[in-house]
């Protein structure tokens, strides 16, 4: 990053091309069939909207629905409008896909660029198609060949849900044994489905499942990297959040859906009632967050702020995804993330294991007779990671 990035407020506005998505993954939120696509007439007026919009750095994140219906001619023409209108802000790209539409137009254009991929396998084929789709395994293994061919990296999210938790050791070895970097999210309540808390994973659950990843993580750390541990690590040893979850994320994450309407985050994109406004009035920043769902935003925050302050990860968890805390209930305020069980259990479990491990340190180097220690040769030392973390 250079110097004037550093000084600045970077941020993030994902690029939802269309809500449509080919696969039909059971516990699916973000799809909507029938979407339209969004024109690269409205590429342009992302242009003209963001060009007074803020002077920081921007990385700009294809999502969906599925970002690749879109087609190549869509890249072609989106990717030197976004990054030559725009040069000011420094532009990035990301691209989360599940890789099937992937052509090689398309690997091409994404190559030149040299656009981070992020796709999604839950694990073993048979255990990842009874969650996502018969075939899906194939399709995206076929796309993953074609982006490695034209030298495009790509890294996959691990999606566990209520059934396939019962095959952690599974999915872990699966990643592990494939050399692919493990990132996981926890299936959350579908707002679409009749049935929203069939796949959905418990924060009870996900907390367990941090803690086992934890260890298996220390135990193999040099034959795979396990993202969201390293996240927590970090949060707990520099008092800072890395991630979109551990920051207050609402003054700078926007999303803009195929019609141009912008919203906070591509979580809520087709949601009416969390439109922030239309890139074709070129908003301020300052107009966003006046916004009704701009305010509703703002509120969560305040909201934190009072519910989480006897908490001592405040500083970096920030009461979690926005999204999960407030999109179940309506828009009411009724809580923080329902994950904060898990995100509480991960943090101490990290923070313990460094306090402990570091006084015995000190009490080696005093001469004085190390502590017992009940988990001793139980756990898996956490001092690998912090020195990982801290090399990087
Ligand atoms: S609403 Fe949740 S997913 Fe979206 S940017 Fe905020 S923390 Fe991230
Ligand atoms: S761990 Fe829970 S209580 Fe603590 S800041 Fe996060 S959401 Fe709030």
Not at 73 to 95: C, H, R, S, V
Not at 236 to 246: I, K, N, P, Q
Not at 278 to 285: A, I, K, N, Y
Request: overall charge negative; some cysteine.
């Amino acid at each position: 990053m250079t110097q004037k990035a550093r000084q600045k407020r970077p941020f993030h506005v994902m690029i939802i091309p269309t809500l449509g998505c080919p696969s039909k993954c059971a516990y699916c939120w973000s799809s909507e069939v029938g979407s339209p696509v969004m024109s690269i007439e409205m590429v342009g007026s992302i242009v003209a909207w963001l060009k007074d919009f803020r002077s920081d750095p921007v990385t700009f994140t294809f999502h969906g629905g599925e970002p690749l219906l879109a087609g190549a001619d869509f890249y072609q023409k989106a990717l030197p409008l976004l990054t030559y209108g725009l040069q000011d802000l420094e532009p990035n790209f990301a691209l989360q896909t599940n890789l099937w539409k992937l052509t090689p137009d398309l690997a091409e254009i994404l190559a030149k660029y040299k656009i981070p991929i992020g796709s999604s396998l839950d694990g073993p084929q048979e255990l990842n198609d009874l969650q996502r789709s018969e075939g899906y395994y194939e399709r995206t293994m076929r796309g993953y060949e074609l982006a490695r061919n034209h030298g495009l990296q790509v890294q996959f999210i691990c999606t566990f849900t209520s059934h396939s938790v019962q095959f952690k050791e599974d999915i872990f070895k699966f990643f592990m044994d494939n050399r692919l970097t493990l990132k996981l999210h926890p299936a959350l309540p579908s707002l679409k489905s009749y049935e929203p808390d069939r796949w959905a994973l418990s924060p009870e659950k996900y907390g367990d499942l941090l803690v086992y990843l934890l260890d298996k993580y220390l135990e193999n750390m040099d034959q795979i990297e396990v993202r969201n541990i390293n996240d927590y690590a970090r949060c707990v040893l520099t008092g800072r959040g890395t991630v979109c979850t551990f920051v207050d994320c609402m003054e700078n994450t926007f999303a803009v859906g195929p019609d141009g309407s912008i919203y906070p985050c591509y979580r809520y994109v087709g949601m009416l009632e969390y439109v922030m406004g239309h890139v074709r009035d070129r908003p301020s920043q300052e107009d966003l967050i006046q916004s009704a769902a701009g305010v509703r935003m703002q509120r969560f925050k305040e909201h934190v702020d009072q519910e989480c302050k006897g908490c001592k990860h405040i500083r970096y968890c920030r009461g979690g995804c926005p999204y999960n805390a407030i999109a179940r209930s309506d828009g009411e305020i009724e809580g923080v993330d329902p994950h904060c069980l898990a995100y509480r259990r991960i943090f101490e479990e990290i923070a313990d294991r460094f306090d402990q491990e570091m006084m015995g340190s000190l009490d080696m180097d005093m001469g004085l007779p190390v502590r017992p220690k009940a988990e001793k040769g139980i756990r898996p030392a956490i001092m690998p990671l912090v020195r990982k973390l801290a090399s990087n």
